[in-house]
């Protein structure tokens, strides 16, 4: 997983923190951490290693499409719904994303030309199957911190997950059962690279 970092200053400009004292003014440098230590006591960027629901565990795999959220609320179930919703959106994008780049691959391969009808309408096809079948979601993780520095407020991380299988099957079917697309796309090898699109999907995080 990419690392991330939390940038912590008091009194900061962009480029600086100007400090007061008995000597004067001077600036310290927000990416200093020894001067953000000894002026501060704290260092000016804190590594996160892991945040919850997230990283090489909850990537997707060849049986499994997996999508994460995050919420935050004064109220625990709203930002339980908060991050559930954000992470259904992720779901939806994922699959229409990976979709989208074999459909365009395989008109490439078979010289056909692309155009904005045809595409809206591979798309709507997509999001139609999607709909019907994301309710079938299930919750694989579900964690809660308070933010100090946001009133206390609730944080949620959610991951969510759908079986790969299932909803590749019927967005095959869609689309090569469509008579305007006549898509003549072999299951096998359209599986394989909705596969490969998820993992650059995660991989790219």
Do not use: W
């Not at 911190?145 to 869609?174: F, P, Q, W």
């Amino acid at each position: 997983m990419k690392k991330m970092y939390l940038k912590i200053a008091c009194v900061a400009t962009v480029a600086s923190v100007m400090v007061t004292a008995c000597g004067g003014t001077k600036a310290v440098s927000v990416t200093d951490n020894s001067a953000m230590k000894k002026t501060f006591n704290e260092e000016a960027e804190v590594e996160i290693k892991d945040l919850p629901c997230t990283g090489s565990d909850f990537y997707s795999t060849k049986d499994l499409i997996r999508a994460n959220g995050i919420g935050e609320s004064m109220d625990q179930q709203m930002a339980k719904r908060m991050s559930r919703q954000a992470a259904l959106e992720d779901l939806s994008t994922k699959i229409g994303v990976s979709v989208n780049a074999l459909i365009s691959d395989y008109y490439k391969s078979t010289k056909q030309a692309m155009t904005e009808d045809l595409k809206r309408r591979f798309e709507g096809g997509t999001d139609l199957v999607v709909k019907e079948r994301i309710s079938g979601y299930r919750t694989i993780c579900e964690k809660y911190t308070r933010n100090k520095n946001n009133n206390n407020s609730y944080k949620c991380y959610m991951c969510i997950e759908l079986g790969a299988d299932d909803m590749a099957k019927a967005v095959h079917n869609k689309l090569t059962e469509d008579q305007i697309l006549r898509v003549d796309y072999d299951y096998e090898k359209f599986r394989n690279r909705f596969n490969e699109e998820l993992a650059k999907q995660d991989t790219n995080k």
